[in-house]
């Protein structure tokens, strides 16, 4: 089969790059690859590693492992709708790409897209024993990209983060265009390694580290993972310390996930105080102060406030999120009497 991708598409990609990549630079680049990753994320399910390869002369090879065999025949299926625009990730690489072959292996059949400025071939051949995986190799378009070339670190920053949102995911990450270097990033836990390697920098003792907490649960189709703790982070001092995620995206704004999460604190802490017979004074400043705040949620569909994605809005998402953090709260509260008289001691009205 031959063919050209729907040419709106192609040619809205190709004439203005920008407003899909952000820019034509190393940033450009990087956003590519973390659309590519995180689509095939999205995509398919049971992918357990992807392999990425800078090569000299802007070729970059990326190999994907791990998906069962029903979600491989999904995306063979899914190259017949690279003219419809479906398929964005491959029609995306065809537009912006000097070069493109995309091979997919699947029950002993290799299933390939081969484009050459625009111009794409499907085929299929015997795959004489190769596993099963997805492949897709590709050169930019010196046109579009000029001489602006991958920058490693801040590329393996982006796959960290990437790794650290998909618990079990192992990305490898490999530079030939001179000394060869080779990176791994591989979390079995999440977003708790993050977690807890930012509390190992700041480690001065067990005395001013209180209310350990861990959360995860799946809530209308979303699913919710939440880890805090009152540490002293001397970098932020006494203002609160939060980072938070939806799906593959940090969100800097936070917006309706941390806002349920400290609503369900100040809902826990103020039943503390009515059990215990103690008017406590609790609001969002006092309860932020040393907190040490990670959350993230994963689900579709997202809405964020405004047309960036850094700050989710969405209502029913919070209500949600305040109710599960709220007893979670207090069921550990009830077994931890010291954390529950720090409870008191920290919010405790002062006139009282």
Same mark, same amino acid.
């Given at each position: 089969?031959?063919?050209?991708?729907?040419?709106?598409?192609?040619?809205?990609?190709?004439?203005?790059?920008?407003?899909?990549?952000?820019?034509?630079?190393?940033?450009?680049?990087?956003?590519?690859?973390?659309?590519?990753?995180?689509?095939?994320?999205?995509?398919?399910?049971?992918?357990?590693?992807?392999?990425?390869?800078?090569?000299?002369?802007?070729?970059?090879?990326?190999?994907?492992?791990?998906?069962?065999?029903?979600?491989?025949?999904?995306?063979?299926?899914?190259?017949?709708?690279?003219?419809?625009?479906?398929?964005?990730?491959?029609?995306?690489?065809?537009?912006?790409?000097?070069?493109?072959?995309?091979?997919?292996?699947?029950?002993?059949?290799?299933?390939?897209?081969?484009?050459?400025?625009?111009?794409?071939? %499907?085929?299929?051949?015997?795959?004489?024993?190769?596993? /099963?995986?997805?492949?897709?190799?590709?050169?930019?378009?010196?046109?579009?990209?000029?001489? /602006?070339?991958?920058?490693?670190?801040?590329?393996?920053?982006?796959?960290?983060?990437?790794?650290?949102?998909?618990?079990?995911?192992?990305?490898?990450?490999?530079?030939?265009?001179?000394?060869?270097?080779?990176?791994?990033?591989?979390?079995?836990?999440?977003?708790?390694?993050?977690?807890?390697?930012?509390?190992?920098?700041?480690?001065?003792?067990?005395?001013?580290?209180?209310?350990?907490?861990?959360?995860?649960?799946?809530?209308?189709?979303?699913?919710?993972?939440?880890?805090?703790?009152?540490?002293?982070?001397?970098?932020?001092?006494?203002?609160?310390?939060?980072?938070?995620?939806?799906?593959?995206?940090?969100?800097?704004?936070?917006?309706?996930?941390?806002?349920?999460?400290?609503?369900?604190?100040?809902?826990?802490?103020?039943? %503390?105080?009515?059990?215990?017979?103690?008017?406590?004074?609790? /609001?969002?400043?006092?309860?932020?102060?040393?907190?040490?705040?990670?959350?993230?949620?994963?689900?579709?569909?997202?809405?964020?406030?405004?047309?960036?994605?850094?700050?989710?809005?969405?209502?029913?998402?919070?209500?949600?999120?305040?109710?599960?953090?709220?007893?979670?709260?207090?069921?550990?509260?009830?077994?931890?009497?010291?954390?529950?008289?720090?409870?008191?001691?920290?919010?405790?009205?002062?006139?009282?």
């Amino acid at each position: 089969m031959n063919g050209r991708p729907s040419l709106p598409v192609i040619e809205s990609i190709r004439n203005r790059p920008v407003m899909y990549l952000g820019s034509v630079n190393s940033y450009g680049i990087r956003r590519l690859m973390k659309m590519l990753i995180t689509d095939y994320l999205e995509d398919v399910t049971g992918l357990s590693t992807v392999e990425i390869t800078f090569n000299p002369d802007s070729f970059v090879s990326v190999v994907l492992s791990g998906m069962p065999v029903d979600e491989l025949l999904h995306e063979v299926a899914f190259l017949q709708e690279i003219s419809s625009g479906k398929n964005f990730k491959i029609a995306l690489l065809i537009a912006i790409s000097r070069f493109v072959l995309v091979r997919i292996v699947v029950n002993g059949e290799i299933h390939s897209i081969t484009s050459h400025a625009g111009i794409y071939e %499907v085929e299929m051949h015997p795959a004489d024993g190769e596993p /099963n995986g997805i492949k897709v190799d590709f050169q930019l378009e010196e046109q579009i990209f000029k001489h /602006n070339q991958v920058a490693y670190i801040p590329m393996n920053i982006m796959l960290q983060q990437l790794a650290y949102l998909n618990p079990g995911l192992k990305i490898i990450s490999v530079d030939n265009r001179g000394e060869l270097q080779r990176n791994v990033f591989y979390f079995r836990t999440g977003i708790s390694e993050l977690f807890n390697d930012l509390l190992d920098k700041h480690d001065y003792g067990s005395m001013n580290a209180w209310l350990p907490i861990e959360l995860k649960t799946a809530i209308n189709g979303y699913i919710f993972h939440v880890i805090l703790r009152y540490h002293h982070i001397y970098t932020v001092y006494p203002a609160p310390y939060i980072r938070s995620f939806a799906n593959n995206e940090a969100t800097k704004g936070h917006g309706s996930l941390v806002e349920g999460v400290l609503k369900g604190l100040e809902d826990a802490f103020v039943e %503390v105080g009515e059990k215990e017979g103690v008017e406590l004074k609790v /609001n969002k400043k006092r309860i932020g102060k040393m907190l040490v705040l990670f959350a993230a949620v994963k689900g579709e569909p997202l809405t964020y406030d405004g047309r960036s994605k850094d700050k989710l809005d969405m209502p029913g998402l919070k209500k949600d999120v305040r109710k599960f953090v709220k007893r979670g709260v207090l069921k550990y509260l009830e077994s931890n009497s010291g954390d529950r008289r720090r409870v008191l001691e920290k919010f405790i009205r002062k006139d009282s």
